[in-house]
């Protein structure tokens, strides 16, 4: 069973950075994709970014060019940059780590963590 811990929100300007972070326990990470999502208020949950285990990145295009994951297989941890943010960027931010092909439906989750940014 992965437990994951999310770090690193708060509230910030528009156009500030911010540096999320996700470790995970429990178990190795071998062969898991970790990512990014977020749920703003009254809004689905929506994919932000994600980092497979043979190294490949992916993110939504809302991001792209500002937001930036990354990931220490030596730390189990993922990372994600978030410069140039926006107020649309508002939201809680959750962490996910699940079997490469299963499509998140296994996913393991952490507890979110707030971001606000204010214009």
């Known amino acids: 069973q992965v437990q994951l811990v999310e770090s690193g929100g708060g509230l910030v300007q528009a156009g500030d950075s911010l540096r999320l972070s996700c470790a995970a326990s429990?178990?190795?990470?071998?062969?898991?994709?970790m990512g990014w999502f977020r749920q703003a208020p009254g809004k689905e949950r929506e994919f932000v970014a994600s980092?497979?285990?043979?190294?490949?990145?992916y993110h939504a295009d809302s991001v792209k060019g500002r937001f930036t994951i990354s990931r220490d297989n030596a730390k189990n941890t993922v990372y994600l940059q978030m410069n140039s943010l926006k107020s649309e960027d508002t939201a809680i931010y959750y962490c996910?780590?699940?079997?490469?092909?299963?499509?998140?439906?296994?996913?393991?989750w952490g507890q979110g963590t707030q971001v606000t940014v204010s214009s």
């Open positions: 996910a780590a699940d079997r490469e092909g299963s499509n998140w439906n296994s996913a393991a």
């Open positions: 429990g178990r190795t990470l071998s062969g898991y994709v």
């Open positions: 980092f497979t285990w043979g190294g490949s990145r």
